[in-house]
């Protein structure tokens, strides 16, 4: 009887039905191109070759056959019949066989995955192994150093579950969604990414006026061209607000990637807003069918192995980064890297011969410091990457402990960036003590143009109930979805413009990388780099004839978020009164950062009461266990589609019931919000939530054009967003 991987239309006699020995020669191919990238091609060919093999059991075609007929039935799982065949020759690569499905096992549950499998399934696989795989005496080689190293043999057995998943669902779509997989890549090679860069550069210089910031931004972007000759590695992009990192940045990637030969270039920004901006720069560059937005929420749901069309429908909707131009968030880039879902490993392997640039550095979270950045040293040192810590604020790492010396060795692209933060200060910093809410909204009512930023979205809404009678009042936080807040920042720059009045009151969402230029800035007392990235929105192109007003004060019974944050806040009080005046400099900032990392726990998780380290966990090969607790959010949080542009929305969602694939989240993203997982409970309950059958949850309760979703007595989740 022929063997089947997979469903078709009409019976397994239509000839539309996927052979399951063309399925795992095909997928064994492409893991293996995948795997060459980093130097697991002969592992990874293993892979793809034996992942499927317990779909030999003939209770499992049988179960395909009830799959086709629509007839009720229990699935059967197969991937540890398959592992049991390979084990011995996979050993400690097993474990992505098994999760290929349902997710990669704790290292301790292997063992009694592989016991669960049927002897029937076991010899059914056996016989099919026998056919298909020649080199029974030939052990398997991997690399010296996953040998050496528990954690490096962590993220080898990532990427090698990577490379499979990806190669699995690309044979997959293939087969159901022959268009869609058509029309894959084509994307132009990245000498053209220079070239159109390389082109919008030369016209903004040319139509820019010759004032000292434009001539430190040409400065800047000849540092990085000549930098992107020097070899992959680390890299320090240091440049004061309004310098122009974003673009100059990108033209070190592009030409940097090119000059090596690397495949892509991963821009990855902690601030939805920034996101937000940055992708509509990218897309004016490059347009947007040559770039990949990715920071969306939305999960797939891939905790078994189910069999169906709708199954397959849902697993083959996760990103694979393939674009020679990826922006995403570090939520998704870091929880993607330590998760063990299909889904988000999927794009793993795509992270190699990478340049990656980590905008905003300094917001990457202190209790997780120690593996994030142990895993961005194995890019470097293993997977062919380059990566670059760019931000006016740039972290001390120094006294963090490094496996292979690679934070000492990051190469500063701009030489000597301390001059450019004396010859670009544009504003001046005072300390006006403690206020009430209502002192606030006072002050935000004596300026016309002014943006206020507070630490949590109750006091936002209570001063902006206190500037009732205030004219031109706008707000920003992670409430309202991207697109809302992108017709926001268009309304408040114009106002800026044209000198009407505009007072903007908004949570931590619009303090760094947002491209806003006030006269005055107020910003209640929050970690030393919230504070001077917001001064980073005030007289930002240094056009006023004096320093812009970057007034500091501290709210009274305001709100706060807890651990690290709350450890910045007590530290950059210190800061402000020692320095009142130089608080942007780099010398000082590295004496706070230096001071908060040793004030904080870098390698900690708390679950259930108790701390864990997360080094530790990802040596004991405990997969399942990390992607669970690994969260730069610690509370579970839930991607909600809202209504706004209601008639937008419904239509986008008529089209995801049919046509799921990876452009549906995309093109929803921009409706969606982020709520906790406690709240979205709640709504469930109230009735204020519903689901279409697609996995998409749409939001139907109130959605004010001020505020967005009504939920402004919660805590911000950080306004850091998957």
């Given at each position: 009887?022929?063997?089947?991987?997979?469903?078709?239309?009409?019976?397994?006699?239509?000839?539309?039905?996927?052979?399951?020995?063309?399925?795992?020669?095909?997928?064994?191919?492409?893991?293996?191109?995948?795997?060459?990238?980093?130097?697991?091609?002969?592992?990874?060919?293993?892979?793809?070759?034996?992942?499927?093999?317990?779909?030999?059991?003939?209770?499992?075609?049988?179960?395909?056959?009830?799959?086709?007929?629509?007839?009720?039935?229990?699935?059967?799982?197969?991937?540890?019949?398959?592992?049991?065949?390979?084990?011995?020759?996979?050993?400690?690569?097993?474990?992505?066989?098994?999760?290929?499905?349902?997710?990669?096992?704790?290292?301790?549950?292997v063992k009694t995955a592989l016991q669960h499998a049927q002897p029937e399934a076991i010899e059914a696989s056996k016989a099919l192994w026998a056919q298909l795989y020649e080199n029974h005496?030939?052990?398997?080689?991997?690399?010296?150093?996953?040998?050496?190293?528990?954690?490096?043999?962590?993220?080898?057995?990532?990427?090698?579950?990577?490379?499979?998943?990806?190669?699995?669902?690309?044979?997959?779509?293939?087969?159901?969604?022959?268009?869609?997989?058509?029309?894959?890549?084509?994307?132009?090679?990245?000498?053209?990414?220079?070239?159109?860069?390389?082109?919008?550069?030369?016209?903004?210089?040319?139509?820019?006026?010759?004032?000292?910031?434009?001539?430190?931004?040409?400065?800047?972007?000849?540092?990085?061209?000549?930098?992107?000759?020097?070899?992959?590695g680390a890299f320090r992009l240091t440049v004061p607000t309004g310098g122009g990192k974003t673009l100059s940045g990108l033209s070190f990637a592009f030409h940097h990637a090119v000059h090596h030969g690397m495949s892509r270039v991963i821009f990855a920004i902690p601030y939805t807003s920034i996101i937000d901006q940055t992708a509509s720069v990218c897309e004016r560059i490059f347009g947007a069918e040559n770039l990949l937005e990715h920071h969306s929420a939305v999960e797939v749901d891939d905790s078994d192995e189910g069999q169906s069309l709708r199954d397959y429908q849902r697993r083959l909707a996760a990103e694979n980064w393939d674009c020679p131009l990826v922006l995403s968030t570090t939520v998704q880039l870091f929880e993607s890297m330590l998760s063990n879902r299909p889904s988000r490993c999927r794009k793993l392997h795509n992270i190699a011969r990478s340049v990656i640039i980590l905008d905003e550095i300094q917001a990457l979270p202190p209790n997780l410091l120690l593996a994030v950045l142990d895993?961005?040293?194995?890019?470097?040192?293993?997977?062919?990457?380059?990566?670059?810590?760019?931000?006016?604020?740039?972290?001390?790492?120094?006294?963090?402990?490094?496996?292979?010396?690679?934070?000492?060795?990051?190469?500063?692209?701009?030489?000597?960036?301390?001059?450019?933060?004396?010859?670009?200060?544009?504003?001046?910093?005072?300390?006006?003590?403690?206020?009430?809410?209502?002192?606030?909204?006072?002050?935000?009512?004596?300026?016309?143009?002014?943006?206020?930023?507070?630490?949590?979205?109750?006091?936002?809404?209570?001063?902006?109930?206190?500037?009732?009678?205030?004219?031109?009042?706008?707000?920003?936080?992670?409430?309202?979805?991207?697109?809302h807040r992108k017709h926001c920042l268009e309304e408040v720059r114009y106002r800026l413009r044209k000198g009407l009045p505009v007072r903007l009151v908004s949570t931590q969402v619009v303090e760094a990388g947002v491209d806003l230029d006030f006269p005055v800035v107020m910003r209640d007392i929050g970690p030393l780099d919230r504070i001077v990235q917001v001064a980073g929105r005030c007289n930002r192109e240094g056009t006023m004839p004096t320093r812009g007003q970057c007034l500091i004060f501290r709210l009274e019974s305001g709100g706060s978020?807890?651990?690290?944050?709350?450890?910045?806040?007590?530290?950059?009080?210190?800061?402000?009164?020692?320095?009142?005046?130089?608080?942007?400099?780099?010398?000082?900032?590295?004496?706070?950062?230096?001071?908060?990392?040793?004030?904080?726990?870098?390698?900690?998780?708390?679950?259930?009461?108790?701390?864990?380290?997360?080094?530790?966990?990802?040596?004991?090969?405990?997969?399942?266990?990390?992607?669970?607790v690994f969260r730069f959010i610690p509370e579970t949080t839930v991607p909600l589609v809202t209504r706004y542009r209601m008639e937008n929305v419904d239509v986008l969602l008529k089209t995801a019931i049919h046509q799921l694939g990876p452009r549906w989240a995309r093109r929803l993203g921009p409706y969606m919000v982020t709520v906790y997982k406690h709240e979205f409970d709640r709504m469930l309950r109230d009735g204020l939530v519903s689901t279409d059958g697609t996995g998409i949850y749409i939001y139907n309760g109130c959605y004010s054009e001020l505020f967005g979703i009504d939920m402004l007595n919660q805590p911000d989740p950080a306004d850091l967003v998957f």
């Open positions: 009887m022929p063997l089947y991987a997979h469903t078709g239309t009409g019976g397994p006699e239509s000839g539309t039905w996927h052979g399951l020995e063309k399925h795992l020669r095909a997928v064994a191919d492409l893991s293996a191109r995948f795997g060459e990238n980093f130097g697991a091609g002969p592992a990874c060919r293993v892979l793809g070759l034996a992942h499927d093999l317990g779909k030999a059991n003939p209770a499992f075609q049988e179960y395909l056959r009830a799959c086709a007929e629509n007839r009720s039935t229990r699935s059967v799982p197969h991937s540890a019949a398959g592992a049991s065949v390979v084990k011995d020759l996979l050993k400690t690569l097993t474990v992505a066989i098994l999760g290929h499905h349902a997710g990669l096992p704790d290292a301790g549950d005496n030939q052990a398997l080689e991997l690399p010296d150093w996953v040998l050496k190293d528990p954690l490096a043999a962590e993220m080898f057995i990532r990427m090698c579950f990577s490379a499979l998943v990806d190669a699995d669902f690309l044979d997959t779509e293939a087969h159901f969604n022959p268009s869609v997989s058509a029309a894959r890549g084509g994307y132009p090679p990245l000498q053209w990414y220079c070239n159109q860069l390389a082109d919008h550069m030369d016209h903004l210089t040319s139509n820019s006026p010759d004032t000292r910031v434009n001539r430190t931004r040409e400065q800047i972007l000849a540092f990085c061209k000549n930098a992107a000759l020097k070899d992959p895993m961005l040293s194995e890019l470097v040192i293993h997977y062919g990457c380059t990566v670059v810590f760019c931000t006016a604020t740039q972290p001390d790492y120094s006294q963090i402990p490094d496996r292979f010396g690679f934070l000492g060795t990051a190469c500063e692209i701009v030489e000597n960036p301390d001059r450019y933060f004396l010859n670009l200060k544009r504003v001046d910093y005072e300390f006006i003590g403690g206020k009430s809410h209502e002192a606030v909204a006072e002050i935000v009512k004596q300026h016309e143009q002014v943006l206020c930023v507070v630490n949590t979205r109750r006091d936002a809404l209570r001063i902006l109930n206190l500037c009732h009678g205030a004219d031109s009042l706008f707000h920003l936080s992670t409430l309202m979805c991207p697109l978020l807890q651990g690290p944050y709350r450890t910045g806040i007590e530290l950059a009080r210190r800061f402000v009164e020692e320095y009142p005046n130089t608080i942007d400099s780099p010398a000082v900032i590295s004496s706070y950062f230096r001071s908060l990392f040793q004030h904080t726990h870098l390698d900690r998780v708390r679950v259930e009461g108790r701390e864990l380290s997360v080094q530790d966990i990802r040596r004991a090969l405990n997969f399942a266990t990390l992607g669970r």
